[in-house]
Nanobody, 113 residues
């Protein structure tokens, strides 16, 4: 059974940083394409970054140079390091198993100006 549990969200000032983690369960950790998406109030959910089983990553333009997705094998987490945060990064952030279209419950990130 797949479970995805996000953590690490919170309130931060513009220019600050946060690290989100997605704890995974089941056997898919090393084989799945995993991703982070976000949904701001009143907006559609949008792609943030993904990481494939071979470690290759894809980043949305909105986070390039600021956000880094990674896979922690020891902790079995998919992490999103977010630096130089902007108020427009405020959103619910969701962990996503792309291959089976399975989503976590999300963690809220609020960036104050």
């Amino acid at each position: 059974q797949v479970q995805l549990v996000e953590s690490g969200g919170g309130l931060v000032q513009a220019g600050g940083y946060l690290k989100l983690s997605c704890a995974t369960s089941g056997r898919r950790f090393n084989v799945a394409t995993m991703a982070w998406s976000r949904q701001a109030p009143g907006k559609q959910r949008e792609f943030v970054a993904s990481i494939q089983s071979d470690g290759s990553t894809t980043d949305a333009d909105s986070g390039k140079g600021r956000f880094t997705i990674s896979r922690d094998v020891d902790k079995r987490t998919i992490d999103l390091q977010m630096n130089s945060l902007k108020p427009e990064d405020t959103a619910d952030y969701y962990c996503w198993d792309v291959d089976i279209n399975y989503w976590g419950q999300g963690t809220l990130v609020t960036v104050s100006s």
